[in-house]
């Protein structure tokens, strides 16, 4: 393990400071970032996903802080990427850091993305099969996401502790790879030999302190566009890609649409997020490799 190339890996729930802990390990120890965000990826999701402001939107590379950030603005929102996709890319560009002599951190509240590199996960590269998916999505609309969730944990009970039942776009994608493969989502999934010596840091504050960040996130958020960025993708990609299933998207959509109120869908927003928050921690808690902070 010790002769593997080294790498840091920053981990937490949305709003933990993850970012900025980052960008200060960069700082002193040369390193670049390599964002593990699965919805940081899409261009023009840039408000309702906390991205990182950049120094210079002119340059193609996406820096902030002074410091390269890796894999941020890399798709469009009507785009297919997957977990295998990231991983492939990840991996890349983990490397390329490493060549040119620098430290890669690696950063992010996606689990999955994480455990991919730091496990070196085997991932089924399974390709996007859009009639199944209208098809659930269908379901969905009449049965709720519920039902379809307990679906796929019928399927595959232990699916019911790796995918996040909240998540449409989620439990879309997993009964698509058990549907297609034949295979259980949660067997689909193997650790093989680690590709880096990973030294991973969690970052957890206090739950009051949490959810007092994640309030005045989305309140920023709003102040800070929010809607408008939200009609602008609704105008350019329509309103049926899966990426705006993301908290934040989906809120206000329901909001343009007449179903709440603007109150309520910040409410909602903040709701949700603490949510996702304490899911995110569910999954990072069983990794006992993580130091916290």
Known sequence: MHDLPKIIVIVGPTASGKSNCAVKLAKKYDGEIVSADSRQIYRGMDIGTAKVSRDNKRLKTYISGGILHHLVDIKNPNDDYSAADYKHDAIDTINDILKRGKLPILVGGTGLYIKAIVDNLTIPEVKANPR??????????????????????????????????????????????????????????????????????????????????????????????????????????????????????????????????????????????????????????????????
């Open 132 to 293: 199944l998916r209208k098809k659930l999505e269908l379901e969905i609309k009449k049965k709720g996401l519920a039902a379809v969730f307990q679906k796929l944990v019928s399927l595959d009970p232990e699916a019911a502790n790796i995918v996040d039942g909240k998540n449409s776009r989620r439990v879309i994608r997993a009964l698509e790879i058990a549907m297609e493969t034949k295979i259980p989502f949660s067997a689909s999934r193997k650790s093989g030999s680690p590709l880096f010596d990973a030294l991973q840091l969690g970052l957890c504050p206090k739950k009051e302190v949490l959810e007092r960040r994640i309030k005045k996130r989305t309140e920023t958020m709003f102040k800070d566009g929010l809607i408008k960025e939200v009609k602008g993708l609704l105008k350019k990609y329509g309103s049926e890609c899966r990426a705006f299933d993301g908290i934040g998207y989906r809120e206000v959509i329901d909001y343009l649409d007449g179903k709440m109120t603007l109150i309520e869908a910040e409410e909602l927003i903040n709701k949700n997020t603490i949510h996702y928050a304490k899911r995110q921690m569910t999954w990072f808690r069983k990794d006992k490799r993580i130091h916290w902070k």
